[in-house]
């Protein structure tokens, strides 16, 4: 069955980076499209980004620009590289098969905060 495994997940002072990791199994990861959502505290799942089979991206607009989206298919891995963090992107990060925010089934998640 697929599974989805989430990691690099922490604490980070504002402006700093992280770089999160979903390792991949039970699928045809090369042929997947996949995505990152995010659940902020007292909000809903949100989209982050998303990654077709050729490598073109696509990016919530409060993360374009510092968030970059990739993947490794020989390591069955999905990365998402963080960059000048703030509050607001204090959230658990789960990755998940296929595009947009109806993407699933989603890993157990990691938990990201920004903080001072």
């Not at 989805?4 to 039970?26: D, H, I, K, M």
């Not at 998940?96 to 903080?115: D, E, H």
């Amino acid at each position: 069955q697929v599974q989805l495994v989430e990691s690099g997940g922490g604490l980070v002072q504002p402006g700093g980076s992280l770089r999160l990791s979903c390792t991949a199994s039970g699928f045809a990861f090369r042929i997947s499209k996949m995505t990152w959502l995010r659940q902020r505290p007292g909000k809903g799942l949100e989209w982050v980004s998303s990654i077709n089979i050729d490598d073109t991206a696509d990016y919530e607009d409060r993360v374009r620009g510092r968030f970059t989206i990739s993947r490794d298919n020989g390591k069955n891995t999905l990365y998402l590289q963080m960059h000048n963090l703030k509050f607001e992107d204090t959230a658990v990060y789960y990755c998940a098969k296929g595009w947009g925010v109806f993407a699933s089934p989603r890993g157990q998640g990691t938990q990201v905060t920004v903080s001072s």
